[in-house]
């Protein structure tokens, strides 16, 4: 069940996020000849770029951050603490940490539903971006992370993979 729900967020996050990436890479470039050729340009890159694909970039990898154990860590205090008080912290820090990421799914649903709701839309020039679609990554991508959390709950870098401090 770990290594399937492992896979899954490996391949949704590194799916969308490598379609956002070529995505964005050829929006920019043809962007970049039309403005050096043209002298004009694609109608909302700036807006595109910005509201789709870096927040797709921002908060679709964290959940495989999570499974890997890539997220930044104060390894350097844990590493000190006897196994008992350890133990306690890890505990502490994934129920404090199940519970702030649970909020920020609530409300940033709440916020998708009213975006949605009210059709949310960026202005670029004459024309009208929807941007509402863009709300809803945060609700999917911290999901995906609680998943992760849930079923990796204490994943760690091995100590040859992290930095010594």
């Known amino acids: 069940m770990r290594r399937s729900i492992d896979t899954l967020i490996l391949n949704l996050t590194f799916g969308i996020g490598a379609l956002l990436l070529v995505l964005m890479m050829v929006q920019i470039s043809v962007n970049a000849v039309l403005r050096a050729v043209f002298g004009a340009q ?10 789709y694909y870096m927040v797709g970039f921002s908060f679709l990898p964290m959940a495989l951050a999570q ?18 008080l350890r133990t306690a912290a890890n505990w502490l820090s994934q129920i404090l940490s ?11 649903y709440i916020d998708a539903v009213k975006k949605t709701k009210i059709g949310a839309y960026a202005v670029s020039g004459t024309s009208e971006i929807p941007i509402w679609i863009c709300y809803w990554v945060l609700p999917i991508s911290f999901t995906l992370l609680l998943i992760a959390m849930l ?3 204490f994943t760690q870098r091995s100590d040859e993979e992290g930095v010594q401090v």
Do not use: C, M, W
Not at 42 to 51: F, H, K
């Open 42 to 51: 694609l109608p909302a890159t700036v807006e595109i770029v910005s509201n």
């Open 67 to 84: 499974i890997k154990g890539r997220h930044i860590d104060a390894s350097f205090l844990h590493a000190r603490l006897g196994n008992g």
């Open 98 to 108: 199940v519970g702030v990421v649970g909020l920020i799914i609530y409300q940033s």
């Open 151 to 153: 079923f990796f709950p």
